[in-house]
T-cell receptor
Framework: DAGVIQSPRHEVTEMGQEVTLRCKPISGHDYLFWYRQTMMRGLELLIY????????DSGMPEDRFSAKMPNASFSTLKIQPSEPRDSAVYFC????????????FGPGTRLTVL | AQSVAQPEDQVNVAEGNPLTVKCTYS??????LFWYVQYPNRGLQFLLK??????LVKGSYGFEAEFNKSQTSFHLKKPSALVSDSALYFCAVRDVGNTPLVFGKGTRLSVIA
């Protein structure tokens, strides 16, 4: 398996623009997680899905952030409009449906909002 | 709610010396404990986990971790550090049910040649 795939790997955009980050989880994994990593705040869980259904989005910072999972093999995280403070590395992770299974992380998308 | 603490932001060790990266946790039930490593510009990679059984868990790249229930700790160890072990290390915990992992803030390990 290719592991968790994220695109793009790097994104540079201007404040106010819409940004869409993409994730393909590992086939057969029932859970998908979106995280954000910054120097100041560390690794933050934004939202997670189980069988394509959002379970907990309490970590989503503002209404500017939205996430969807239209099918088992694809998820998006959208920021509209983007702001400079959204600059961070965004990670997607997936896991199988069991409490003792580890989460597998993608390589991340480094977002820079100018 | 579960939580995990990594008391050291930075750990420095000489190559060839043993290393320890500390982690303590808090959960309401029996913990599931994990260690991850992050190399520069990469995602987090799973190293090892404790679910049940033997308190000493062996993982990738020669790392091991010791689960201590009385001290609520899960310290990561390696008998002989390599320069290539230099990275950011995260401890994580999960309580009962398939809730997301709760991560610590990370400890930056620097192995000096």
């Amino acid at each position: 398996d290719a592991g968790v795939i994220q695109s793009p790997r790097h994104e540079v955009t201007e404040m106010g623009q819409e940004v869409t980050l993409r994730c393909k989880p590992i086939s057969g994994h029932d859970y998908l997680f979106w995280y954000r990593q910054t120097m100041m705040r560390g690794l933050e869980l934004l939202i997670y899905f189980n069988n394509n259904v959002p379970i907990d989005d309490s970590g989503m910072p503002e209404d500017r952030f939205s996430a969807k999972m239209p099918n088992a093999s694809f998820s998006t995280l959208k920021i509209q409009p983007s702001e400079p403070r959204d600059s961070a590395v965004y990670f997607c992770a997936s896991s199988m449906d069991s409490s003792y299974n580890e989460q597998f992380f993608g390589p991340g998308t480094r977002l820079t909002v100018l | 709610a579960q939580s995990v603490a990594q008391p050291e932001d930075q750990v420095n060790v000489a190559e060839g010396n043993p290393l320890t990266v500390k982690c303590t946790y808090s959960v309401s039930g029996n913990p599931y404990l994990f260690w991850y490593v992050q190399y520069p510009n990469r995602g987090l990679q799973f190293l090892l986990k404790y679910i049940t059984g033997d308190n000493l868990v062996k993982g990738s790249y020669g790392f091991e971790a010791e689960f201590n229930k009385s001290q609520t700790s899960f310290h990561l160890k390696k008998p002989s550090a390599l320069v290539s072990d230099s990275a950011l290390y995260f401890c994580a915990v999960r309580d009962v049910g398939n809730t997301p992992l709760v991560f610590g803030k990370g400890t930056r390990l620097s192995v000096i040649a």
